[in-house]
């Protein structure tokens, strides 16, 4: 029998990867946003369809294939999941690696916010608060800079959209990212190829260590997420809920400490404010959590939409 890593482990270890990425993207900084994320759909379909053969875990393919409308919700996940790749990519090979990290600290009130617009749910008194200091947060650091935090609200809304999608989707975590990549394949496959006879692809311009660091964006996009399916299944929302900014507060920390991006007392009074939003989020979720828990089973299953790029 194999040994299972404890829940706890699983996720902590998924979030720690997702929140050290930056150290990994930084190792491509010869190579565009663009062509990372076409290599990075590419090769984490390879490993994704590796893992799938491995585990006997095809059969959910020709309902899928059969189904348009599941189809079409897929692609457009598919799409919103670029999106958010591209432009992490982007922020991090052009120091905005904080401005990344605070788009997934808002993302979370974000997925709120979408909750009540989009899928009508009641947002509570401590929520709304919460919601309203992240979006004065925003504000302040919108003044500041003379201009809105664009990398980190466009983060923050791909991902939100994308969740909410995923949130009525037939399929997991792994099932779903291995559509999504297989749906962006063909056109990941013409563009690089397009970008290779034209000589315009800086991977074909590498050498073999490029190409390596260009080949582990497969599993690199593939095992968190599987990490975080094995955890959370396991684990209470409110316990995920908690970890989830173990990623953004690692990622901040690279961009203050590591990377030396300016981070003065202006733009500290504006995360503050989203901080103390997210605590409040954290603190309301973690006891309505505990106020439920007669109601129905402790681990309550959790979908594989963690929040992170």
Do not use: C
Request: a positive charge; zero cysteines.
């Amino acid at each position: 029998m194999r040994p299972k890593l404890h829940p706890l482990l699983a996720a902590a270890l998924a979030y720690t990867l997702w929140g050290l990425f930056p150290l990994y993207f930084r190792q491509l900084q010869g190579v565009g946003a663009l062509e990372i994320v076409l290599h990075r759909s590419v090769w984490a379909l390879v490993f994704l369809l590796m893992v799938l053969a491995a585990m006997r875990r095809f059969g959910w393919l020709a309902s899928v294939l059969g189904d348009r409308r599941q189809l079409g919700l897929f692609m457009l996940s598919a799409v919103l999941l670029s999106v958010n790749w591209l432009v992490y990519v982007w922020a991090v090979n052009h120091d905005h690696v904080i401005d990344a990290s605070l788009g997934y600290f808002i993302n979370p009130l974000v997925s709120v916010l979408l909750g009540f617009v989009v899928l009508r749910e009641r947002l509570r008194s401590l929520q709304w608060l919460a919601v309203a200091l992240a979006a004065a947060g925003v504000l302040w650091l919108t003044v500041q800079a003379g201009q809105l935090p664009w990398i980190a609200l466009t983060l923050a809304v791909s991902f939100g959209f994308y969740g909410l999608l995923r949130k009525t989707a037939t399929l997991g975590a792994l099932e779903g990212l291995a559509l999504e990549t297989m749906l962006l394949a063909p056109f990941a496959i013409a563009a690089l190829t397009w970008g290779a006879l034209r000589g315009d692809s800086a991977g074909m311009r590498g050498d073999l260590t490029t190409w390596a660091w260009l080949l582990l964006a497969g599993p690199l996009t593939a095992v968190p997420l599987l990490l975080f399916a094995s955890g959370a299944r396991r684990l209470t929302l409110a316990t995920l809920g908690l970890m989830q900014y173990i990623a953004p507060t690692l990622q901040f920390a690279l961009g203050v400490w590591l990377y030396q991006e300016p981070f003065g007392t202006a733009r500290l009074a504006g995360f503050a404010a989203i901080w103390i939003g997210l605590a409040l989020y954290t603190g309301e979720a973690a006891w309505q959590m505990r106020q439920q828990q007669g109601a129905g089973p402790r681990n309550a299953p959790v979908e594989g939409n963690s929040g992170n790029p």
